[in-house]
């Protein structure tokens, strides 16, 4: 219902060792992170040049003995029986921006969907500090209970400002990082961009964690996608580079339906994320994808790469359609010159039409020409018809629609006239009673097509 509003969440602070084999678990992840449609942050670790100053002119007796600086924890001195074993009892709790912290909840969600989906920093994290709360290091109580409090993360930098973990410090960064790439579109684009375009930009200019295990070797033993960093950790400044190309496709696909993007690639890594807002699925559903969109990207030597089949942080041939995430990505380490097609595909889309964003990065690409979208207005899917039938499409293309085909148990009709709509009359008394499949293909002045599928009864 407000396919605009952008919704973050926190993964949660649940990650441990549960089993003592000195790595973090999986599985430790629930709701509200598990939802589908969100953005789901786990916490990486901060690194700030080795500097963690507390501030030795207040009555921080213990700072200014330190030199004026915080001593960094490990995780297994601060919570030592959530992490009781090597190597990440032993591993300070910040210092290396390429490790995930090891509290950051892990997915997946229960139906096997990659969870969290990007990660930022979330271990001392400078956040505001009100001198009216005074904490179990200061020389005196809280004035308004009398009682000393601690929350593990050391001295004040002032006493405005003072340090904080947890996932409730890489969501906000998180969620100021997608609104800075809201009005990146409406200043550069004049586009109210979708909360499916926003994630799309930020999953597909993440960069992929190497010590996303916290084994303290930074070995990318886990390349994306995986269930400790999702799609890896926020880049802003390539989210608003201006070097991607993206589809806001508000048309949508319906079941049979497709959309097809052509990219001309000189060389370098080529990287296409498709994801929608998919429809809510009831309580109950082992699944909770509704409407399942799949991503096909063909090279121009013909080898097929699906969404979401990955070897080593790379997309790779062969595998599976996906039909568990809405979120779908193709990433070739080394593309070849030529013209690489984009294909997105209405799998199954109980709900629909389905709409959807799509976004493209590459060394140098441009867009060939964006294809037309189509989809049947009349008569609904799944509807009974008998006599003479119209049958209409609604068809858009950022140049201009030559024709839309309709064809109708084998039978080819051609409206090039779409002054009044795209329509055509189908007699079906020459038709035996039973089950149909009508489709329909627009063309545009680029010859590219799109095209949509429905079944009715006689």
Request: proline letters at 5%; glycine letters at 10%; charged letters at 15%.
């Amino acid at each position: 219902n407000n396919p605009d509003m952008t919704i973050t969440f926190s993964a949660g602070n649940a990650g441990v060792d549960g089993d003592s084999d000195g790595f973090v678990d999986l599985d430790s992840m629930g709701s509200p992170a598990t939802a589908k449609n969100v953005i789901t942050v786990g916490a990486s670790e901060n690194d700030r040049d080795g500097n963690w100053d507390c501030d030795a002119s207040l009555s921080y007796t213990d700072c200014a003995a330190q030199g004026g600086q915080n001593i960094i924890f490990t995780y297994g001195t601060a919570w030592g029986s959530d992490y009781p074993a090597n190597p990440i009892a032993g591993d300070p709790s910040a210092g290396n921006a390429e490790q995930l912290a090891a509290f950051s909840s892990r997915g997946p969600a229960d139906d096997g969907r990659i969870k969290p989906d990007v990660v930022a920093p979330g271990t001392w994290v400078l956040s505001g500090y009100v001198s009216l709360h005074q904490e179990e290091y200061d020389s005196s109580p809280d004035p308004l209970t009398g009682a000393y409090q601690y929350d593990g993360w050391g001295f004040p930098y002032n006493e405005h400002y003072k340090y904080m973990g947890g996932t409730s410090m890489s969501n906000p960064l998180t969620a100021g990082a997608a609104a800075v790439v809201r009005q990146y579109y409406a200043d550069a684009h004049s586009l109210n961009a979708s909360a499916a375009l926003v994630k799309a930009t930020l999953i597909n200019s993440a960069k992929d964690l190497l010590d996303e295990n916290n084994d303290g070797v930074n070995d990318n033993d886990f390349p994306i996608p995986n269930n400790h960093e999702g799609w890896g950790l926020v880049n802003l400044a390539a989210a608003t580079d201006g070097s991607h190309q993206f589809v806001e496709n508000t048309t949508g696909i319906s079941t049979g339906g497709s959309a097809s993007y052509p990219y001309n690639i000189s060389s370098g890594a080529f990287k296409v994320s498709l994801v929608w807002s998919d429809y809510p699925s009831t309580e109950t559903a082992a699944a909770n994808l509704v409407n399942n969109l799949n991503l096909r990207v063909t090279a121009p030597g013909g080898q097929v790469y699906l969404g979401n089949v990955f070897s080593g942080g790379w997309s790779a041939t062969g595998g599976s359609t996906d039909s568990v995430n809405n979120v779908e990505n193709v990433y070739i380490q080394s593309a070849a010159a030529g013209t690489w097609t984009v294909e997105v595909i209405g799998s199954s889309i109980p709900q629909g039409p389905q709409p959807f964003a799509l976004v493209v990065d590459s060394v140098s690409g441009e867009p060939v020409d964006t294809p037309p979208t189509v989809s049947i207005t009349s008569p609904a899917n799944g509807a009974t018809v008998a006599g003479m039938v119209s049958v209409t499409a609604d068809a858009s293309d950022d140049d201009a629609v030559t024709q839309v085909e309709f064809v109708v148990d084998g039978t080819s009709y051609v409206d090039t006239d779409g002054s009044d709509g795209w329509s055509i009359s189908w007699d079906t008394t020459a038709n035996n009673d039973g089950s149909y499949i009508i489709s329909a293909t627009a063309t545009d002045t680029a010859s590219q097509t799109g095209s949509d599928s429905i079944s009715v009864t006689v």
